[in-house]
């Protein structure tokens, strides 16, 4: 190396040494470090040691569906189709997959050349927590006085009882939430640089933009409305504060809402596509009303004394100071904003329990999509973790207003010891009445009031000593913050954890190893939801099942499956093996395993992946094909049922060898005449039909399957599912990142786009 380049070298290890070193960049790291030291247990060294996520949605829901993405994807597919649950449906357009959200993709390249762990999931969520924490302080700081109370913020958001309860194990939930605080930060960022387009204006609000098209990716519908509102109200209100006119306000929001849906056109159009044919279009108000009861708000205070969660605690001394913040609701805009915000994440948090919700139900359609409503306390999380910070400014603030805010403090934080302490006493009582039962549930309720007043006395002497200058300022918003770490991680650290399965996840059980032997396919299986695992198991065993665990999946085959008599579907979907706890009798059915989940039986009677027909029937409703299909008399394997007329049809077709993988289907038809070639797929907008490579339209036959009609000869078909809504989508999307790139290239060469 020349000595120039040593000097390079050197000055930019230096440079770099010196970024890592200042105190903003070790706030960052430490930020970083912490969701790793919150969940320890799960990266203990010692096995002993060791917890993991809590079985439910996280191992039964999002494992299955990210492990069969990962899979996918590394065999080269990009996964439109998922063959595995309710006997095929789309994959992609089932946002929850996340199969565009690139952030998966990094865990699914950490994981290749293996099959992705649940280990590696649990990485993929402790990073997010960290990214969330990072995020909310960057936006924190921005608009906070001090560094101390955006670290308020970001751990009080991060640690808080919300984030830290069922969104770590319904991950989608959380990799949504995680987007809010990245697209406020850079919102906050275009309004402060103003509408000048050029290398310091234009970035924010590209990656703004950005921030909601991950957020869409992720797919979870609520949490991505939650985080879109806000994020548009926060838009709104900072504008017009900044003095922004009503056109320029409107069309800020606009740029941002189009390079989101530009560059997520992929995703969020065939999900559009897909939700019309679920359940949920025809969701009721006691389906979606459901939210917190008026008790769960003790849970800000006293968490654990009616759920498990407890994710309106915020904890002890950001509680303290919110209060703080809101008496200087009169003067500081923020705290009017944050304070609003968070009143209405709470009162939409408790669902048909307030009236508030009914009258948001009757004037915003979009809450009908969506149920389990107390998910709005993500919203009152947020906020709350904002108006934390904003006491912590009053605080900090070295003037005659810094110290009124402080002698309210003291004085607030002196009451709730006492009032800690006159819990514990008096539970105490009670419990020494009732013999000291060591699962008497006034025990908690005294050990509560034990740490209240043990934090509240804590942030007493804080408060005291930042008071007679005791403190510096850094080591007053250090320990401030180290006595909310303490409160939050003690009393949310391990709420999800729980001891790892003895035979570990979705091992490979002796029904499910006679059925991946058996090469005589492709089939399906019905498993009652019995393997390990649930309905989603069969997407990491690589089977094909009648059932699945999604909230998504179409009310057609419901129907069908409820309507239908058992056994017809079983032949019609293609089902050759029953795991059930039920006992059949020999015949039809063979038993070829028993084992602690069930009885194995192979039916025989099984009928393939497609069949010819040689007549049709027509139906005017769905109804009328249930009643002709539940028909012992009614043979389709002759008689196909369509919704159009068609007659000139030949028996005496026959199909030979047919090949699958996931959205393709292949076979070799011999037809004397005209035919009708029924197949079991699933009808569903995006299947495409090829016979000798030239396309021909796909009928819907005997309610939820597909046919296609054959002309005479020795014919090759194939079906292919690709929806034009991703064709559409991609293609917007593609144009959109086209033109962001291009964007941002002109203006960091100091151009004008004109």
Known sequence: MTDDGQRTAEDGGRKALSFVLRPSSLVLLGLAFLPFLFFWRVFAPNPADRLVFAWGDFTQV????????????????LPLWNPSIYSGQPALADSQLAVLYPLSWLTTLWSLGRPMTMGDLQVEAVLHLALTSVFTYLFARQVLAHWGSALIAALTFTYGGYLTAYPVLQLGILETNTWLPFILFNLERGIRQGQ?????????????GLGLALAITVGHPQALAYVAITAALYLLWRARNAGWPWRRTFGAIALWAVIGLGLSAAQWLPTLEFLRLTPRAGASYDWASGGLVLHDLLEGLLPGLTTPWFTLYIGI??????????????????????????????????GRHLFAYDLLYLVAPVLRLFRSQERAAFVFSFAAALLAGLGGDLLHVESEDGGVALRRARRAALGLALAGLTLAVVAGAVWIAAGRPADHPVARVMDQGVFIALLAAI???????WENRRLSQTAFALLLAGVIGLDL???NGQKTLELPPEAGYY????AIAQMRADGAGPFRVSSEGLF?????ASMVYRLEDVTGNSPLHQAAYDAFIERVSELRWWHLLNVKYILTKRTFPPGQFTLVHQGAEGNLYRLETAWPRAWAVSQAVQVQNDAEAYRLLSDPQFDPRQTAILDTPLSGLVSGAQVGAIWSSPGRLGMDVFA???????????????????VDGRPVPILRADAVLQAIVLPAGARYVELIYLPTTFIVGAVISAVTLASVAILWWRVRRGHQPG
């Open 489 to 491: 991680f003690t009393v």
């Open 459 to 465: 942030a007493l002497g804080l408060l005291a000593l």
């Open 532 to 536: 390990p695992g649930d309905g989603n």
């Open 317 to 350: 001394v950001p509680l303290l100071l919110v209060g703080l913040a809101l008496t200087a609701w009169r003067w500081q805009p923020q705290v009017r904003f944050w304070m609003m915000i968070a009143l209405a994440g709470l009162l939409l948090s408790f």
């Open 672 to 690: 004397p005449g005209p035919s009708l070639l029924v197949i079991s797929e699933i009808y569903t907008p995006g299947w495409r039909a090829f």
């Open 507 to 510: 091992p490979l059980i002796g």
């Open 196 to 208: 000048q387009l050029n290398r310091a204006s234009a970035q924010p609000w590209l990656l703004a």
């Open 62 to 77: 999002f494992y299955p569906f990210r492990a069969f993405v990962s899979a996918e994807l590394k065999a080269g597919r």
